[in-house]
């Protein structure tokens, strides 16, 4: 079983995306030891945005094999201006390819990796769930799942800690909230 964990937060130890994807992998691989773990930290060593030269490089084709190899894919993933970070943007760049991830069918794209398992964990300094003030500026679980879908990754888990910037309680109380799911996590091989 492969395990690919990325990162994408430029927080460092302060992140909260950094934090909950490591509990997910730490209880995967508490739940079997024998997971092999790759981990790309985007922020400390970003991709390189695509461009027409790029495309189909060699460094290209490594990142695609590596994603295209995971069984699991845990993807900490922090909102920034109300989306994804530029660095995970690049990495789904370098991943969604045509004929490779994905094709073009009569009837419209058909995903071709649907067979993975992803866990988001996904951090907010607001509030912008269903229903709160900002529900509609939400554009980073939204653009997580519309990308990963066309992978044909239909049903990625997500876990959220919202409202990490307003103040020290209510920080500790999301991730607490968020931690506390991540305890339920199935391990991984009841899913193959």
Known sequence: MKLLHIDSSIQSEASAS??????????LKEHDPAI?????????????????????????????????????????APMYNFGIPSQLKAWFDHVLIAGRTFRYTATGPEGLAGDKRVIITASRGGYYGKASPGEANEHAESHLRAMLGFAGITDPQVVIAEGVAIGPEHRQQALDAALAWIDDVTPVATTA
Do not use: C, K, M, N
């Not at 790309?40 to 295209?68: C, I, K, M, N, Q």
């Open 18 to 27: 950094r934090l909950l994807s490591a509990a997910v992998v730490a209880q």
């Open 36 to 76: 092999e773990v790759t981990y790309r930290d985007l922020a400390a060593d970003p991709l390189p945005h695509l461009t027409l030269d790029r495309f189909g490089s060699a460094e290209g084709e490594a990142v695609l094999e590596e994603f295209l190899s995971a069984d699991v894919l845990v993807i900490g």
